[in-house]
Every structure is written in structure tokens, then in C-alpha cells.
């Protein structure tokens, strides 16, 4: 009922990876507009792969994302496969490809759920007050993230930005004995897990749901990680080669990032909620039992409760890295030959965040005429948009300050990767 | 056991190394065979934990004049405000990974912070000349003191 213009500017956003803007208009009572604005590093990137031979790839995508470097390595590296006529679908490469992004999800994960985005939940300005607190989840939090550490740097050879991957698949494969270590903090990180998926399950969460479109990859018979064929809650169950003829870019004016829409549809979700309803019995029978116990699942279609599923995922991951380094016998070779060939090509995996898809062309020496990557925020960017209208509408009485506590966790469900640009997230609520 | 063993230390630099001068912290622990650690600093908890020095060199944006480097001893005080605007887009800064670590106890028995203070950071730019001269300094420094 103000009739003052207020405006708030405030760092609210640190703790989502990477920077951007959030501008909220409230007209009286009503949300007049809700915008992010979001600096997008892949556009440069794509700029910077042209002309870049096509092995060089993965190293150049891994440096995209702080967080998610193996999504963009595996993306582009399946997407190069593509081009050449290669599908590494199966066998000894596939399952470290598997295993290393394991890793990466248990990191990510672990860091979002832990020190992220909990803290919200409690009442906590940051992970480190609340590790003051509730020291024990914490430190349950760093044990997965170290196992998903160790298990990086024994497949990727190091613990950030794997260096041992590449087109065609390892340069030097791990022997079993090397994986011995990481099988042994994976068993305790899996108890840690199942501790983790109760623990959230017994967070106070608001009642909000949402009713986007879900956008996951599917594959037989597992979970998606690595690969698969995109679908939908709307029906959709297409190829990678297919994205475009579905989904659209669109640029926006109040963001660098493209918004990705499916066409004449509108908004979608991609992540884990998306993965988590459209996979729900792929998952292995402990990570499912523990979900339903913890009261989420088959379907859940609250995105506070995001923090239960990346919980589930992270015990999935625990068990399924278990699965793999179980049955390993190391490649020999440890890559096959790809033979670069003139052609276009499709890779997309499952980032910690979402859908990732990478789209390149090759001329005959294997020189990269053009490069495109549709990362999974600007896949949620619209949706996180309209979230935040309808929750911002819901308490839109609120005192600012305490509103902007609130989207700040409402962004956070969708753990943006808005990464990869710039220093700083300011909310600025606008009251006319 | 007769004799005390040779204080542990490792040197880690932090940065992206696709991103100007935030390579800065990397480039300089390569030129001492230090660890070049991209991405998480909360990872940093598990790599400076058995050290009983830990020498930590990162990029910083604070609005001082490109290459300046400031040292910071952080055992028993959290960063100063130059050395928390790190340019780093990591999920965690290195300064409240620094306070977790107090938080839990999981600091080295020393913990020293170099910052070098960068000029661009946008993807692709290249290290900008004061901070490559800083680089050299601070790797001069960092190589001599025990």
C-alpha cells in the first residue's frame, strides 16, 4: 500500500556460484515484474572454440563452470564423438566417464545442500554460522565432498578440472588399486548420505508448488548422468540432435543469458526435481526407500524440497560410483581413436544443475567452424523467474529485508550456475 | 624420531586460468611447484590440513593499482576487505573458506595469503603486465621465505 519507491541493493546473492542481478517491481500489492539478469560466459566461449582444433575442446568448455567442469569435459567430449560417428555408450570408458561424474555431482552437491542452501532453511546467514551450530552436519557435508574430491582426482587426475580426459576417453586409465581409496570413503560418504536425506527431510519447508514443464535426460536402465535422450513431463522424448526443432533461445532485455523456452510451450525446469520425477524408479532401491521415507517421491514438485532430492542424488551417486569401481577392469587402451571428420554433432549430459547440451561442426581436419552450449541456466531462467513471481506474490507484504531473504532461497532451490561472469548479485526490490 | 621433522608446507595457488589475470595465484604456484587449485576453495579444507604451513596465493579486485600484493598472515584473524573481494567466482570465496576452516578446526598451524591484485577478468583476456611482474615478485617471496 506504500506509496514511497523503495529501492533495496544488497550482495544477497554470494552464495549462488557466479553473479547476476535480481530486479523486483511491486506495484501496491501486486508484482508488477521479476527479472535476473544474468552475465553469460558460455557466448564467449563459443566465440573462443571457432577455430580451436576439436581434442582441445574439453579443456577449453571444463574452464566454463568453477563448479561443474566434467559436465562441460563430457558434453563436448560426447558431442566430438558424435561428429566423428563414435558412441561411447557402454564398456570400460563409459563407466569412468560415469564414475568421474559421480564425483563431480557428489562435490556439488554436497557444497549446495550443506553449506548453501541449508543455512537458509535455519535461519543462518552462511554455512560458517551454521557450522558453529550444527557442526556434525557439516562436517558429514565436507566428508561427501571429499569423497567426491578423491574420487576426481583418482579418474580425472586431479581434483578440479580433470586433466586426464579426453576425446576418445582417458589418457591414462586408473589401475583398480588406485580406486581403492575413494571405495573406502564412498562407503562412509553412502551412510553420510542416508543420514543427509533424513536430515533435510525434517526442514521446515514452505508450501509452494510449481507446475513447469521437467526436462531430464532419460537412458535405460539408470539414472541420467552421462547421456541419454531428452524428455519430458509434457510427453517429449527426443534425440540431442533434435533440441532444436523443440526448444528455442530467445535473447532477452534485462539479461546477457539467452532464455531457453520449448517452443510454443513456455517455460521449462531442467535439474534435479526434473531428473528426480522423470527417474524416480531408476534410481537404486536405497536412494529410492530413503526418499520415500523422507517424504519425498515419486513425485515432488516443491523446489524447497530440492534439498531432499540432491540429497537422494548424492546417495545415488555414492552407490552407483560403489557399482562401477566394483566391476572395473581398466580400459586397455584407455582411449580409442577418433578420426576427426567433417560433419555436426551432439553431446548433453546431466550437469549437478541440469541439462547440458553442446552442439558442434567440424571441417574434414577436425578445426571447429562453430560451437554452440545451452547451459542449464538459461534453461531455468525463466522458470526460476516465474517461481519467484508467484512467491514474492504470495508475501508480498513482507518487509523488504525479510522478502529478500525469501527469494534468495527460492533462487537457491534452483542452485543457479549463473557462475562464470562478473562479482556481484544484487536484489533490488522496487515498491511504487 | 631423533631429530624434528621438517615442517610441512605447500604452496597453492587459486584462480581460473581461462580468466586474465585471476590466473595470477595459479601461474605463480607452477613457478614454485605448488598446487594450482581451480574451482572450490572449500576443497582446500582436506589440501592444507596435515600442512603446518599453508601459503595461499589468489587473484584480488579490490580497485589498488594492478599488481600491487598484499600478505596477509590469516592463523588467527579472518581476511582484511582487500583481500575478500576476490574476483574468484567460485561458490565459496577463499575468505569464508578460510572461516569454515576456523569454524571446524581445520586450519594449518600457519596460513599465509598473498593477493595480487588484478585488472581484467573477463574469459580469454590475457595477464595484464603489472600482474605478470607481480607474479615474479610474489613467486621470488614466497620461494625464499621458509
Known amino acids: 500500500m506504500s506509496t514511497d519507491r523503495r529501492t533495496l541493493n544488497v550482495d544477497v546473492l554470494a552464495r549462488v556460484e557466479g553473479e547476476g542481478a535480481m530486479h523486483v517491481r511491486i506495484d501496491g500489492d501486486t508484482v508488477a515484474d521479476v527479472q535476473l539478469r544474468i552475465y553469460e560466459p558460455p557466448r564467449f566461449f563459443e566465440a573462443f572454440l571457432r577455430g580451436r582444433a576439436f581434442t582441445e575442446a574439453p579443456d577449453i568448455t571444463a574452464r566454463i563452470c568453477g563448479i561443474c567442469p566434467v559436465a562441460y569435459q563430457t558434453s563436448a567430449i560426447r558431442a566430438m564423438e558424435d561428429v566423428c560417428g563414435i558412441a561411447i555408450d557402454d564398456g570400460p570408458i563409459r563407466a569412468l566417464r560415469r564414475l568421474l561424474y559421480c564425483g563431480e555431482w557428489l562435490e556439488s552437491h554436497a557444497l549446495h545442500v550443506h553449506l548453501l542452501h541449508a543455512p537458509d532453511f535455519l535461519g543462518y546467514e552462511s554455512g560458517i554460522a551454521m557450522a558453529a551450530d550444527h557442526r556434525a552436519v557439516v562436517e558429514r557435508g565436507l566428508l561427501m565432498k571429499k569423497a567426491g574430491n578423491v574420487l576426481m582426482a583418482a579418474v580425472g587426475g586431479r581434483e578440479i578440472h580433470p586433466i586426464n580426459v579426453r576425446v576418445g576417453g582417458f589418457y591414462r586409465a586408473p589401475t583398480r588399486g588406485e580406486l581403492a581409496p575413494a571405495a573406502e570413503l564412498l562407503e562412509r560418504a553412502r551412510d553420510a548420505a542416508i543420514e543427509t536425506v533424513r536430515w533435510t527431510g525434517t526442514l521446515p519447508f514452505p508450501d509452494f508448488e510449481h507446475d513447469h514443464e521437467l526436462v531430464a535426460l532419460s537412458a535405460d536402465g539408470e539414472y541420467p548422468i552421462d547421456r541419454?535422450?531428452?524428455?519430458?513431463s509434457g510427453g517429449l522424448d527426443i534425440a540431442p540432435s533434435e533440441f532444436d526443432d523443440w526448444f528455442v533461445e530467445e535473447p532477452v532485455a534485462h539479461s546477457n543469458a539467452l532464455h531457453a523456452r520449448i517452443r510454443g510451450r513456455g517455460a521449462y525446469l531442467a535439474g534435479p526435481l526434473a531428473r528426480f520425477n522423470l527417474n524416480f524408479d531408476r534410481l537404486s532401491p536405497?536412494?529410492?526407500?530413503?526418499?520415500?521415507?523422507a517424504g519425498v517421491g515419486p513425485t515432488c514438485r516443491n523446489p524447497f524440497q530440492s534439498i531432499v532430492v540432491r540429497a537422494v542424488e548424492m546417495l545415488y551417486a555414492c552407490e552407483e560410483a560403489l557399482r562401477i569401481i566394483a566391476a572395473y577392469e581398466p580400459p586397455d587402451p584407455p582411449a580409442v581413436e577418433v578420426l576427426p571428420r567433417a560433419g555436426v554433432g551432439f553431446g548433453v549430459s546431466e550437469a549437478p544443475r541440469g541439462m547440458l547440451w553442446h552442439r558442434y561442426e567440424?571441417?574434414?581436419?577436425?578445426?571447429?567452424l562453430d560451437a554452440r552450449i545451452v547451459p542449464p541456466t538459461s534453461q531455468n531462467q525463466l522458470a526460476i523467474e516465474h517461481d519467484l513471481r508467484a512467491f514474492v506474490q504470495r508475501h508480498v507484504r513482507l518487509p523488504d529485508a525479510e522478502l529478500r531473504d525469501r527469494c534468495e532461497q527460492a533462487i537457491r532451490n534452483h542452485d543457479p550456475c549463473i557462475s562464470c561472469a562478473t562479482h556481484f548479485l544484487t536484489l533490488d526490490v522496487e515498491r511504487t | 624420531m631423533s631429530s624434528a621433522p621438517?615442517?610441512?608446507r605447500v604452496v597453492i595457488g587459486i584462480g581460473n586460468a581461462?580468466?586474465?589475470d585471476d590466473a595470477a595465484g595459479l601461474i605463480t604456484a607452477r613457478r614454485l611447484g605448488g598446487l594450482e587449485h581451480e574451482g572450490d576453495p572449500v576443497a582446500l579444507l582436506d589440501v592444507w590440513r596435515?600442512?603446518?604451513?599453508?601459503?595461499?596465493?589468489d587473484a584480488v579486485s579490490s580497485g589498488a593499482a594492478p599488481g600491487t600484493v598484499y600478505r596477509f598472515d590469516a592463523t588467527a584473524a579472518p581476511l582484511p576487505a582487500q583481500l575478500r573481494g576476490s574476483s574468484s567466482t567460485h561458490a565459496l570465496g577463499l575468505a569464508e573458506a578460510i572461516e569454515l576452516g576456523r569454524t571446524l578446526g581445520r586450519l594449518p598451524r600457519r596460513l599465509i595469503v598473498y593477493g595480487i591484485e588484478g585488472e581484467r577478468f573477463e574469459a580469454g583476456a590475457e595477464l595484464t603486465p603489472a600482474v605478470a611482474a607481480a607474479v615474479e615478485a610474489v613467486a621470488g617471496a614466497v620461494g625464499a621465505a621458509p
Do not use: M, Y
Not at chain 1, 362 to 368: M, R, V
Not at chain 2, 50 to 55: G, H, L, P, T, Y
Open chain 1, 228 to 232: 541419454g535422450r531428452i524428455v519430458s
Open chain 1, 286 to 293: 536405497a536412494a529410492r526407500e530413503t526418499a520415500l521415507a
Open chain 1, 362 to 368: 567440424l571441417d574434414a581436419e577436425g578445426t571447429i
Open chain 2, 6 to 8: 621438517e615442517p610441512r
Open chain 2, 18 to 20: 581461462a580468466r586474465g
Open chain 2, 50 to 57: 596435515e600442512a603446518d604451513v599453508a601459503v595461499v596465493i
